[in-house]
């Protein structure tokens, strides 16, 4: 089999098993396989691949055609320009959630505390970490498979974070400048209609935001004021239609000067607020 019909081939049996962008996961998944980039399967498109890489790449596919999500086979995901491992123990970093990492970027200052709760795969406060290397920076997760994933990619991206094994609040000591989080937040009842790779693959626990989708906003809410100094900032990644909520729940409390920030399709993806001083 040349380069050429293992590419072939594997846009064919994805786009048959139901794979939205079969062109593009069946090249990742030659690339990964093969170790080789654009450049090389273009000049090399007619030679024949290794028996070894051809074995790795046909399991490779099988697997995605079972809708394992492409990230879980290659083992990392890019976020804010940086690689970050990934595994079942963790959510897959996604672009929507770089508008939560952005936005806290415009309002860090070299040495303010930064803490991130329901870190998962630390790509959040690892990128903030990364951009502004004068900084504190914490995150916490009640999931220890979770922050050994993160404790990897910390060390791979070359930043200093303080993980913290624990629900929410629980382990945090001290008040922070700004805090962030992405919290699960899919209401109970619409888990079983998302996709395949998120329905089945990615893990519950980071995802079930119980009947409403908003238990994990009022718990950080009402507890970030404990941690929080005065004027500091708390910026959550919200769901679609969760906005108005959670707003209201940051009014509720306390918080001034709330914001809501749309991501790249328009949609409402970011919700800020700050605590008086």
Known sequence: MTYR?????????????GIGD????????????CGIDRNFYYLHMQDPLDPVAETVYEAFLARRAA????????????????????????LIPRQDTEILAEEALKRIRPGMDVLDLCTGSGCIIISIKKYREQIRAAACDSSPQAL????????????SV???EGDLF??????????????PYIPTGE?????????DFEPREALDGDADGLIFYRRIVKDAKNHLKPGGVLLFEIGCGQAKDVSELMRQAGYRDRKVIKDLAGLDRVVAGVLPQ
């Open 162 to 164: 303080q993980f913290l």
């Open 191 to 199: 888990l079983a209609g998302l996709m395949p790779e998120v329905r």
């Open 5 to 17: 019909n293992a590419f072939e081939t594997g846009c064919r049996l994805l786009s048959g098993h």
């Open 22 to 33: 079969a062109g593009t996961d069946a090249w990742l998944l030659l690339s990964a396989a």
């Open 148 to 159: 050994a994933v993160a404790r990897k990619n910390a060390k791979r991206n070359g930043v």
């Open 170 to 183: 629980g382990p945090v000591e001290g008040a922070f400048d700004v805090i962030v989080s992405n919290p």
């Open 67 to 90: 809708h394992v999500p492409l990230q879980h086979i290659t083992g990392e995901q890019e976020f804010m320009g940086l690689n970050f491992l990934v595994s079942p123990h963790v």
